[in-house]
């Protein structure tokens, strides 16, 4: 069978490289893709958001399969589009109709879902430019920290996390009044800030059955001990060690499985990946965000780990047969460190070329293409702010993020940074917990 993955990104490159393993997966098609993508997949030239050329795209080339990497693409309606059409609607798409999609295009719907269906969820309130002034007297009585999230899509970057009044005052003007984030921010959820460790939990679902996916830790601030700006993410863990069988248990019976319950109640038909963002409170979980599709960085952290065909899995979710489907995990962890541009998240150059691509990485290390391109030259060239994504699997957490530091050091580009200290959090709660 012919598969479409829609995206450019990291997560697409991990999707393809998991996918091109399956002897079902016959030819796989990347639309835009990177360089990455290129080697082990056919790229498109077709933008993520074009539904009417990716539509006869799929249908020219027999695709059967669409997976939707990218979230843009899922919340301006892609599956309503391939569902609608005759011709597309027995294709299954990887990923929720817009209805479902509102869990991550929305923050403020996002919210209203949780409360009403008794998910436990951090205390908010939502504002807009109108109501400026009420949200400026509503954080000069507030605790802090406190955390301010645009309301749409951000790529990421969306969420101010502000010490002080001051600081909190300067982001909200700056997406209320200013449109840091353009239409994203025409909304402003205010939120009380969560003191604990931060968990990815992710599912596949039909909206009813589900399989649960290996967990995973990422880390979204620019600089070392989790300091600056925040980012798409520049690294990430898996297996997280506070994530066990009790806690998940948690995560399954308060979180997961009322979130499906409450689609059903509201009648939003799911079909795709769920990514919860929690957050460890004092050993019980709370929902941050939801997203619609896989994390990056966290796919490739996660997928490597997964043993059994990805195929397979997504055959299931067509045949409503995810109750029954063994997911295979492998026992060992994986660490994956991104390299990005100098300047990232702010303003930084593209079109640096990438050199020690050619180098044999360390046993056990994978290189995913994110922010990159060919020249027509052959060269391989920076193409956005988060370029190389580094995963390495090891025996232990420590011996993965050795291997995938190693890594790091053999692939520059004028300006390349990575953070060094992925996964110190996790170090120092299994070094207190001994």
Request: glycine share 10%.
């Amino acid at each position: 069978m012919n598969v479409l993955i829609i995206g450019s990104g990291g997560r697409e490159h991990a999707l393809a490289w998991k996918l091109s393993q399956s002897p079902y997966a016959e030819r796989i098609f990347v639309a835009p893709g990177n360089a990455g993508t290129a080697q082990i997949a056919t790229n498109v030239d077709i933008s993520i958001t074009n539904f009417e050329e990716l539509a006869k795209f799929a249908a020219d080339f027999n695709v059967m399969m669409v997976v939707v990497g990218q979230e843009a693409a899922l919340v301006e309606g892609i599956a309503d589009y391939f569902a609608e059409k005759e011709y597309l609607k027995n294709i299954l798409v990887v990923g929720p109709r817009k209805a479902g999609a509102q869990l991550e295009g929305s923050k403020d719907f996002s919210k209203q879902f949780l409360l009403k269906h008794n998910i436990p969820t951090a205390r908010y309130r939502t504002f807009t430019a109108d109501t400026h002034d009420q949200a400026v007297d509503y954080l000069k009585g507030h605790s802090y920290p406190v955390v301010l999230k645009a309301d749409g899509l951000a790529a990421g970057k969306g969420v101010v996390i502000a010490q002080n009044f001051e600081e909190a005052s300067l982001a909200l003007s700056g997406m209320l009044l200013h449109q840091k984030f353009g239409a994203a921010g025409h909304k402003v959820v205010i939120e009380e800030f969560l003191q604990g460790i931060e968990l990815s939990a992710f599912i596949l679902t039909d909206g009813k059955e589900y399989v649960l996916l290996p967990e995973a830790k990422d880390y979204k601030r620019i600089g070392e001990g989790d300091t600056g700006l925040n980012t798409g993410g520049m690294g990430a863990v898996s297996p997280v060690p506070f994530a066990d069988e009790a806690f998940m248990g948690k995560v399954r019976e308060q979180v997961i499985e009322p979130t499906l319950r409450g689609l059903q109640a509201d009648n939003i038909p799911y079909t795709g990946f769920l990514f919860i963002g929690l957050m460890n409170v004092n050993g019980d979980p709370y929902v941050i965000e939801y997203n619609v599709r896989l994390g990056d960085p966290e796919t490739e952290a996660i997928l490597p780990r997964i043993k059994s065909d990805l195929f397979e899995l997504f055959k299931a979710l067509h045949d409503h047969e995810l109750g029954k489907f063994q997911l295979e995990i492998d026992p060992r962890s994986a660490t994956t460190i991104f390299l990005v541009s100098g300047g990232y998240p702010e303003d930084y150059e593209k079109g640096k070329e990438i050199q020690g691509l050619e180098k044999e990485l360390p046993e056990g290390t994978l290189c995913f293409h994110a922010g990159t391109k060919l020249t027509e030259e052959g060269q391989v060239v920076t193409d956005g702010g988060r370029v190389i994504a580094l995963t390495a699997l090891g025996e232990d957490m420590e011996d993965a993020l050795q291997k995938a530091n190693l890594a790091a050091t053999y692939i520059k580009w004028q300006g390349r940074y990575f953070r060094h200290d992925i996964g110190f959090d996790l170090k120092q709660y299994l070094a207190s917990s001994l």
